[in-house]
Every structure is written in structure tokens, then in C-alpha cells.
């Protein structure tokens, strides 16, 4: 089984800071794209930003030049740090993984339990 688990949420004020993580644990082979989705109440999951295993990047318009999304594959985690933010960056925000597993024969979606991000105004 493989388990993703997301630190770093929180309550912050506009134009704040904060740091989410994500570890990935368990019968991991390899992990391909990595990424951050969020839901704002009362509406649809939506892309925030992904990373590949190589390391290149794709951003939500809304957050380019102020989200910034990295990972480890040593340790199958990955980041977003998140800068200037506004009180639409408000949500759950959940990881995203595509992990092959150990005895696994394809890549399959994996998601964490979601972490709260509440920006104050």
C-alpha cells in the first residue's frame, strides 16, 4: 500500500508565507509526476501545480510567480511554498502522486488526506 501525508497547512494573513510537504511511504517502485491540487468551498478540485520526475514544472495561472513547487525523489516528497498569497488561495489542498508500486504493472493515482489553507484578509 502507499500512504501520502501533507504538513504545513494553516492560517495566515494576506501576503503571507507558507510551506506544504508531502512524504510518499510504502511499496513504492518509482514516482512519476508529483503535484498540489485545492478545493475551495463550494467549488471543484483544480490544479495548483505539478512537477515531473525530472523536475519540470506547470503552474495555475492564479499562482505563477508566487507558488513554487519542488520535490525530493530521494525521499519521495514534494513542496509548494507559497508566497504573497490572497484570500483566494483559500482551501483544501490535497498532494498528488504517480507512483508504480513494487510488484505493481502500471502507474496509479495516489492522493493525501488534504491539508487546510485558510488566508485571512
Known amino acids: 500500500q502507499v500512504r501520502l501525508v501533507e504538513s504545513g497547512g494553516g492560517l495566515v494573513q494576506t501576503g503571507g508565507s507558507l510551506r506544504l510537504s508531502c512524504a510518499a511511504s510504502g511499496s513504492i517502485f518509482v514516482i512519476n509526476a508529483m503535484g498540489w491540487y485545492r478545493q475551495a468551498p463550494g467549488k471543484s478540485r483544480e490544479l495548483v501545480a505539478k512537477?515531473?520526475?525530472?523536475?519540470?514544472?506547470n503552474y495555475a495561472d492564479s499562482v505563477k510567480g508566487r507558488f513554487t513547487i519542488s520535490r525530493d525523489n530521494a525521499k519521495n516528497t514534494v513542496y509548494l511554498q507559497m508566497n504573497s498569497l490572497k484570500p483566494e488561495d483559500t482551501g483544501v489542498y490535497y498532494c498528488?502522486?504517480?507512483?508504480?508500486?513494487?510488484?505493481?504493472?502500471?502507474?496509479?493515482?495516489?492522493w493525501g488526506q488534504g491539508t487546510q489553507v485558510t488566508v485571512s484578509s
Open positions: 512537477i515531473t520526475r525530472a523536475g519540470s514544472t
Open positions: 498528488n502522486a504517480g507512483v508504480f508500486r513494487i510488484g505493481g504493472a502500471i502507474f496509479e493515482d495516489y
